[in-house]
């Protein structure tokens, strides 16, 4: 018989109850296991973060911390020949925001878009729709909201953040703006409003150069753009160790050989001329006869360049340098030129003026009616006769094409036919046609300034050689650059170019001169108490740039002084004036008269001394 089996311990028991207590060593095992697994997991997921996927988290977080911004360059100045601004550049700011923080997951607002442009929409002056769709994109990290806008619209963003931050610290509001930044972007400015607006130009939205010289030397006023890539939390710029700039480079100053005040004389005058005379334009050139720097080159009617979107697209160019026109009798002093230096004739020589002249396919006739003049060659240009120069022109050569080739060379010579050498946007060379292809009306209407045409520097620089003695100084604009050191550097100095003799310039100025003070000439109105005055009247057939016929009239004026110590030329021209007068002396003639003199004095040339009365003009055919 087998013994009983010992009962089986139960445990302590509690003294004061009498129950046993049970093992905790498989509940502690469980734990531990538990524990463990966790313990494992997170060890796990830490090997995968930090080494198996590191690069790539790494790279997310950066994509959501660092931002890279473009530091814009300062845009030169450019200035006049003393050192005014004529444009220069203003603190603005460009408005841009990070739309992965206008999300709901960055501001628990799922219409933060829409709110957002809601506020900003009255203070950058946009369209509330455009700016919500511009904050709502979600593939960028950056969206631009508004360019060059004031320090003050920068602070009235800023003042709108922090009430909504206050709002939001009292459980009333959502902050929205977080996400909104300043770029500084500094504005174009021109604080002369109209002043060489159509020399300065323009920039366009962008800060580029778009018009005038503000494209031509884009690249030296634009500077070079630099960088800055920087962390960033909560709408902050936040300094770390991996900060990056590349600081901007200046662009380059701009002097001009323009004057400003003598700018202003000419632009005064031109545009108070076109409105009375109820013309379709007019320009003035004015020029300092010895080094052929610019002194003006003003135009009408112009724009404001601070104001583009206000302006005429027709009006935005420089019409002084892109109209190409018909000049009528002011080229007639290349025809005398070329007479003069081929000695075909001298200032005395007679020269019979029919009222009609035969010649190819038509009657050529003068300005008016008159019975057969008996005039000297200065008296040809005293008068202005178209019969006179014809005749004169023919004693170029012995036959008709030998004339042309000969007159075209001098034309050429003198700037015609190619571009002035400014290198300005949209600058017409005018048209002149090779001497072989001249008609039969052009061949006799070319030496008075019919059939070909130029631009109002070129005519005036016609000018600038005879009272330089004959040699012709290319025309400049631009006299002087500093960089971003401070370094200024004199532009080179313009081609030179001997065209006339000294002699036979001598002689041209003292004909010019002729039509100023002869009581036979007909340009009394540029006649300047104390100052010897040369000059030309011209007055034109004008072909209408819309139908390619001729209708209205080019009115102008070209001349220099002192004429005996020459140190300004000024050029006028108004296009088609219909109201009163059309001629040259009577509508360019004032005009002349009142920015020769204003030049004068801000130049300071003092008077001349003995008067000159002129050439004789007429001759007795009894004698």
Known sequence: MT?????????????????????????????????????????VRLFQVQAVGASSYAGQAAVNR???????????????????????????????????????????????PEQAAALLAPVLDRDQGELTDLLSQDDTRYALLARQRTPQVWNQIKDLRANLAEQQDKGTGTQVLSGIFAVEHAKR???????????????????????????????ALAGEDGSLFYARSGGRRVPTAGEREEPAVPGTDVELTIDRDIQWAAQQAISEQVEASQADGGYVVVQDTATGEL????????????????????????????????????????????????????PDTHVTVPNRLPRAD?????????????????????????IGTILAAEQLGDTQP?????????????GFGRPTGLGFPGETAGILAPPEDWNASQQYTIPFGQGLSVNAVQAASVYSTVANGGERVAPTLVRATTDADGRREPVPSPERTRVVSEDTAHQLTEMLETVVASPDGTGHAAQIPGYRVAGKTGTANRVDPETGVYRGYTASFAGFAPADD??????????????????????????????????LAALRVPPTGETFPGLPTTFDPDE
């Open 3 to 43: 013994a009983p089996r010992p009962p089986r311990p139960r445990g302590p028991r509690r003294p004061d109850s009498g129950l046993r207590l049970g093992n905790p060593r498989p509940r502690l095992r469980l734990v531990g296991l538990g524990l463990t697994l966790i313990m494992v997991a997170f060890s």
């Open 66 to 112: 660092y931002v890279e911004e473009t530091l814009t360059a300062r845009r030169g100045d450019i200035t006049d020949r003393n050192g005014t601004a004529l444009a220069t550049t203003v603190d603005a700011y460009d408005i841009t925001a990070d739309p992965l923080l206008f999300s709901e997951e960055a501001t628990g607002v799922p219409d933060a």
């Open 189 to 219: 400015v021109y604080p002369n409003d109209l002043l060489a607006a159509p020399v300065l130009g323009f920039v366009n939205s962008e800060g580029v150069g778009s018009g005038g010289l503000e494209a031509q030397l884009d690249d």
């Open 295 to 346: 002194l003006a080159l003003a135009s009408a009617p112009g724009f404001d360049p601070n104001d583009i979107a206000a302006a005429d697209p027709a009006n935005l160019g420089n019409a002084a340098l892109e109209d190409a026109f018909e000049l009528g009798s002011t080229s007639k002093v290349i025809t005398m030129a070329a007479v003069l230096e081929e000695q075909a004739a001298t």
């Open 362 to 386: 038509r009657q050529f006739g003068d300005h008016v009616e008159h019975e057969t003049l008996y005039l000297t060659l200065a008296g040809v240009l005293a008068h202005s006769s178209n």
């Open 402 to 414: 030998e004339a042309n080739r000969v007159l075209h060379d001098y034309l050429t010579a003198f």
């Open 566 to 599: 020459p140190r300004v030329t000024v050029y006028c021209v108004v296009q088609n004036p219909t109201e009163g007068a059309y001629t040259g002396s009577e509508v360019c003639g004032p005009i002349f008269n009142e920015v020769m003199r204003f030049s």
